[in-house]
């Protein structure tokens, strides 16, 4: 299958319209039926993928609107393939420990439409269609906050559209502003972004628009100081919410980091990497201390996903394979193991229908399968060795320590800060004797919610001690885009910091 | 003695005139229907009104592009076919809602369909002439037809729009017809292409400059308040919320498209002149516009003033085109105008059958936002649909506004007005949250009374119309290569 990339996108938008038939009591089997095909789906492009072959594969290209360059260009590539798999699983895993029960019909349609969107904006190569996606992705996104969410959940959806949506209105600018330099330079208008890759800009137009598309990247990631609305999204979204964005919506900040400004402006990344480390430091440290100070088990995990982004931010800016290999790899680790920890907390609260810390205590002695699996995934959290996390929080820091040892110790406290208060949470709502009568009589995990954790904890071990089949295709890619960045950078200072030919192989 | 003036019949070029006559005719058949039989329904009427338009639609297409006639004051350039085109299909779309199932009395009367017709006729005249004479004769032929319009509709506050309207429709025409004046002094012409010659040889001529510039200011604010931009949109919103609401969302698009093509026409002969203050003004007015009324648009409790709000900050957002004087910046007051056309038109159809005889959730609003608070629960499709259109006016992709949008945007990019492509931006985003607040009541919140309906006035021709405008809006992605390239090549073979 050729064209598999657009099946993925279009299968679950189809079997979103589709959906508006099917009755309300079978939604649910039907929206977890269509999102393990399109996990199959995934895999079959997972499989069928050239792990050797570090350009784009499965590229498609229809022109849309050729007088305006517009296409519906599509690819794959080591670095965006894996996302797409951690999407679609994540959608999987959270359709299935789904326990809403308000208008399921329409949640699965939405998490469609959603799907549909994340899947768009991991494959698109084409800058018009990739906003396309991105802008779309906040629809749904708003719905499930503003109809399934707590009590402040109007304010947090908005808050949530708002401020990605004009974030992401400044790098359409940017866009626009760089289809027109291409227009000028070429003869051609083209929004490909692999059209662009091609352009050497001057120093100075690289800057302004690297900022241009940091505002739309920053505010998604979100970066400190405009991460403010993502506690409240976090604090007001049902658990599924809460999953899919922490696990994929957050990636596509990021992944736009990766995609677009590094390519495209190598010049002004690397004069930007001490500002973007900075702020990436602050992000971690301070809301690390943030996350201490919570009362909440889920604001806590919110705040942690914060710093988590603040590693993944560093890794990107270190402009060599380990670090940026290292930071695709925590994208995919934190987007298990944070979903894992949302659904988490989303089991005891629908036990409680409470999240704070001090209505717990001693819960290990009632749930002890709910306390294992907690204990795992909070330890992958903070990057135990042979966990998950470990493998991309390593990598990153040692890329970066070939920029700035002090810094890479400043982001290193991450790890002791995170160990603290994550376990801080585990001691208030696992051991000492159970204070509150309401917990005496709680149930462990039942089989929906078993079944939906294990395969994440399987693959948190899994990969924890043999990352290799994951990290060699996106190591592949990385090397390629670096060495291309490497001979389009025009200062001297970029090209020395660009460092292509170590490799990751033997790094763990 | 004189010379004897011959004028033979093929200089005249009497099939520009075609378009206008149809339309006319059209109107005068119907008052002579009504003379002859005073029994029939309004159905037919709209019928017949939908036929000559159609018959209106094909004279247009059979014209050929830059010709002249009449005299030499009809002007069928580009720019006068297209929106002719555009004025023609916002009229075929409009007129179908007069069959809602709930009566409305103006419809009733033929003279409505009549005076319809004529207006059509009035801003075809407007769009296809560049003497000013004749420009001001077709813009108070549409301006008298929409105000009675507007009064047909029969309520106390339908009167106090029309008067509104008339008083600074008035006041407009005034300026109109002093700026003409200033300009007639100046070059000794009404005919544009002579008044542009003229001034081109004049323009270097110590103190003449002063009088450029009162004519241009003169002009501007007619169109400014044709146009309804800051700070001569004080009407709109009053207007809006009095005419019924497919008249409001007409008129949100329609005559300004008419207004705009005559606003191109002037101001870009002042820019082309290098009179760089007309652009620095209408840089400004636009400005000025799309923030202010965003910003008041935030605090509005009814969806119409919203929506009357939000049109006139899309206005604003087409003005700045009008300033950058490109090819590109034309193309984009088109193909915006194009494109908003079905989703305003849609979005006003969806309050005109969600329209009350009695104001059953507010004394003083028909459309307050508590109307459509649940919309979800009760009509699932309805709230779809406006949620639909709520979005691309907001200008998410990949809805109609925001082909529209990008298009303006990157025809400011490539002039150079990057902070204006910024600024453009930002509006988006503000105007995102008061688009967004309707979406919230629909969606997020709770039916506030306990009704079964809130489609009291929902008819099979309305059904066809809103389903018309939701492909148009939802499809656009389909069909915005094959409308730019039309529109650009039009544009370009008229040298704008």
Do not use: C
């Not at chain 1, 709680?442 to 294990?454: A, G, H, N, Q, V």
């Amino acid at each position: 299958m050729d064209n598999i990339l657009s099946v993925l996108i279009f299968f679950p938008a189809i079997a979103g319209l589709l959906g508006f038939v099917v009755d309300k009591e079978s939604a649910r089997a039907y929206g977890i039926t269509v999102a393990a095909i399109e996990f199959f789906l995934s895999l079959w492009l997972w499989f069928s993928f050239d792990a050797t072959n570090a350009g784009m594969q499965y590229v498609e290209m229809i022109p849309l609107i050729p007088d305006f360059g517009v296409s519906y260009y599509l690819g794959v590539d080591g670095i965006s393939l894996f996302i797409i798999v951690m999407a679609a699983l994540m959608t999987l895993i959270g359709m299935m420990s789904m326990s809403i029960t308000k208008n399921v019909k329409n949640m699965i349609i939405t998490l469609l439409f959603l799907e549909m969107t994340m899947m768009g904006v991991f494959v698109a190569l084409d800058a018009i269609i990739f906003y396309l996606f991105w802008e779309l992705s906040l629809v749904p996104m708003l719905y499930i906050i503003g109809a399934w969410g707590g009590p402040l959940r109007v304010y947090a959806s908005i808050k949530f559209f708002l401020y990605t949506f004009a974030g992401s209105l400044i790098m359409l600018v940017g866009m626009l502003f760089m289809a027109y330099v291409y227009h000028n330079l070429t003869g051609v208008w083209s929004f490909a972004i692999t059209d662009w890759y091609a352009l050497v800009l001057p120093v100075e137009y690289q800057l302004w628009l690297f900022a241009a598309f940091f505002f739309g990247f920053a505010i998604k990631v979100p970066m400190f100081p405009f991460h403010t609305w993502l506690p409240y999204a976090h604090g007001q979204a049902p658990t599924i919410g809460s999953v899919i964005l922490a696990a994929v919506l957050l990636k596509m900040g990021t992944y736009g980091f990766v995609r677009f400004s590094l390519p495209m402006f190598p010049d002004a990344s690397v004069m930007m990497i001490t500002p973007i480390a900075i702020l990436a430091i602050i992000m971690i440290i301070y809301t690390a201390m943030v996350a201490y100070a919570q009362k909440d088990i889920k604001q806590v995990i919110a705040y942690s996903s914060v710093s988590h982004m603040g590693i993944i931010m560093l890794g990107i800016f270190a402009m060599n394979a380990e670090g940026i290999s290292g930071s695709v790899f925590q994208m995919l680790s934190h987007g298990i193991v944070s979903g894992a920890l949302f659904m988490l907390v989303g089991v005891i609260y629908d036990r409680r229908h409470t999240k704070l810390m001090s209505e717990f205590g001693g819960l290990a002695t009632v749930m002890p399968k709910y306390a294992v699996i907690f204990g795992i995934m909070l330890m992958a959290s903070v990057g135990l060795p042979l966990t998950i996390g470990f493998v991309g929080e390593f990598l990153v820091l040692l890329g970066f320590y070939q920029i700035s040892p002090i810094m890479t110790i400043l982001a290193g406290t991450s790890i002791i800060i995170g160990a603290i208060y994550m376990l801080a949470v585990y001691k208030k709502t696992f051991f000492g004797p159970i204070t509150n009568e309401a917990n005496k009589t709680l149930k462990d995990l039942d089989r929906k919610e078993t079944w939906s954790l294990i395969p994440l904890v399987l693959i948190v071990v899994w990969l924890g001690v043999y990352p290799k089949p994951i990290l060699e295709p996106i190591d592949n890619s990385v090397k390629a885009m670096l060495v291309f960045m490497e001979e389009k950078a025009i200062t001297q200072e970029a090209k020395d910091v660009i460092i292509v030919a170590k490799s990751t192989e033997g790094g763990i | 003695m004189l010379e004897p003036i011959n004028v033979s019949l093929e200089s005249l070029n009497l099939i520009t005139l075609a378009p206008m006559l149809i339309a006319i005719a059209g109107g005068l058949i119907i008052l002579v229907l009504d003379l002859i039989n005073n029994k029939l329904d309004k159905s037919l009427y709209v019928m017949l009104t939908i036929l000559m338009l159609v018959v209106d639609f094909g004279a247009v297409l059979g014209l050929n592009v830059n010709e002249r006639g009449f005299f030499d004051v009809m002007l069928i350039d580009g720019i006068s076919i297209i929106s002719q085109l555009m004025i023609i299909v916002g009229s075929i779309i409009f007129i179908p809602l007069a069959l809602t199932s709930k009566r409305f009395h103006e419809y009733s009367y033929p003279e409505f369909f009549a005076l319809f017709l004529f207006m059509i006729a009035g801003f075809q005249f407007m769009v296809a002439s560049d003497n000013l004479i004749l420009i001001f004769v077709g813009l108070e032929t549409a301006s008298l037809s929409l105000y009675t319009l507007i009064a047909l509709h029969n309520r106390s506050n339908s009167y106090e729009a029309a008067v509104k309207y008339f008083t600074m429709g008035a006041l407009s025409a005034g300026f109109f017809a002093m700026g003409s004046a200033v300009v007639y002094a100046l070059t000794g012409s009404v005919e544009l292409y002579k008044v542009a010659e003229v001034l081109a040889t004049r323009i270097d001529e110590p103190g003449l400059m002063i009088a450029i510039f009162g004519s241009s200011v003169l002009l501007l604010v007619t169109f400014s308040f044709k146009l309804s931009l800051f700070p001569f949109h004080t009407w709109a919103p009053d207007v809006y919320e009095g005419a019924s609401a497919p008249l409001a969302g007409y008129m949100s698009v329609v005559p300004k498209v008419a207004a705009f093509v005559v606003a191109i026409r002037i101001f870009g002969m002042y820019i082309d002149l290098g009179v760089e203050w007309v652009r620095i003004m209408i840089l400004l007015l636009a400005v000025l516009t799309m923030t202010l009324a965003n910003l008041m648009a935030l605090v509005q409790e009814d969806v119409k003033r919203m929506l009357a709000y939000s049109s006139i900050s899309h206005a604003g957002f087409i003005m700045a085109a009008l300033a950058l004087d490109t090819t590109e910046g034309t193309v984009s007051i088109f193909l915006y105008y194009g494109l908003f056309m079905f989703t305003n038109l849609g979005a006003f159809a969806m309050l005109w059958i969600s329209r009350h005889k009695n104001r059953r959730f507010n004394a003083r609003y028909d459309h307050p936002y508590e109307k459509f608070a649940g919309f979800i629960h009760i009509m699932p499709i309805g709230a779809m649909i406006m949620g639909l259109f709520m979005l691309s006016l907001a200008g998410v992709p990949p809805f109609s506004i925001f082909w529209g949008k990008i298009y303006v945007m990157q025809a400011a990019v490539n002039s150079g007005y990057i902070w204006l492509a910024i600024v453009m931006g930002l509006n988006s985003a503000i105007a995102a949250y008061y688009y967004l607040k309707l979406i919230v009541y629909m969606f997020l919140k709770d039916p506030v009374k306990d009704v079964d309906t809130i489609y009291y006035n929902l008819s099979k021709p309305l059904m066809a119309v809103i389903g018309l405008a939701t492909v148009a809006t939802v499809g656009a992605i389909f069909y915005v290569q094959p409308l730019i390239s039309y529109l650009y090549y039009m544009i370009s073979a008229s040298g704008y």
